[in-house]
């Protein structure tokens, strides 16, 4: 595994290096195989990101987007992934609907699940290996919706699952292990002071993804990314 850590000087500085590098993958993905297969995650952390992706001039007709997580309430939601995703980047990168692979999370949680296999298989085949999947972390050091003590953290087998967060009492629909940790480059956005020292404990630290989920990503084959601000 080849693990890169680059810290900036602000959130501002991490988040136009983590554009700009995401957005060079995902433009030589296209050049190399004529599309290119990216998985966003959810929640506040990724807005400004999502911006600034949307500003890069990427071809996005070439772009197939996909989530890696999603809550399980219907799109319109305050809480859904999707419905973030689509205000702060579909919208304004003009990225064609067709293109847009949702969880169907309007739907009893295993359906969607279940949905979402299908359409995973449908697209990228038996074993999906996404050019870039983009992550975000916790102050649990959760990443996708794998939290502590979360069984489907040592799961090698199912593409992706719905799981039940009890400190949060919801459900959620979460990529697992085997295709997380199948992609071509992997970006971990964590900007924040708040988050240096979880960040420190997961990068020097004893091994234990069961406590600390991110983790599973020091497993990798592939290149991994952590883009994050310097400590002051």
């Not at 190399?32 to 911006?51: M, Y």
């Not at 995703?85 to 969880?103: M, Q, W």
């Not at 949680?109 to 296999?117: L, M, S």
């Amino acid at each position: 595994m080849s693990l890169h850590r680059w810290a900036y000087d602000d959130a501002a500085s991490a988040t136009a290096g983590c554009a700009t590098f995401i957005a060079e993958k995902l433009d030589e993905a296209i050049r190399l195989r004529g599309r290119a297969n990216f998985a966003i995650s959810g929640g506040s952390s990724p807005k400004p990101l999502f911006r600034e992706l949307a500003k890069t001039g990427m071809d996005w007709e070439k772009i197939h987007l996909f989530w890696v997580d999603e809550r399980c309430v219907p799109p319109g939601h305050p809480d859904s992934n999707y419905t973030m995703a689509e205000e702060f980047l579909i919208r304004p990168a003009k990225a064609p609907p067709s293109n847009v692979f949702r969880v169907l999370a309007e739907l009893e949680p295993r359906d969607a699940a279940a949905h979402y296999v299908d359409v995973l298989q449908e697209e990228l085949g038996d074993s999906p290996e996404f050019d870039v999947i983009h992550h975000g972390m916790g102050q649990d050091a959760h990443t996708a919706s794998l939290f502590p003590g979360e069984p489907l953290i040592r799961d090698r087998t199912q593409l992706a699952a719905a799981v039940y967060v009890t400190k949060l009492k919801s459900w959620r629909v979460t990529l697992c292990p085997k295709v997380l940790l199948a992609a071509r480059f992997t970006v971990i956005f964590a900007p924040g002071q708040d988050k240096i020292p979880v960040l420190n404990q997961v990068l020097e630290g004893a091994r234990d993804p069961m406590k600390l989920p991110i983790q599973l990503l020091l497993e990798k084959r592939g290149e991994t990314y952590w883009f994050m601000e310097a400590a002051v």
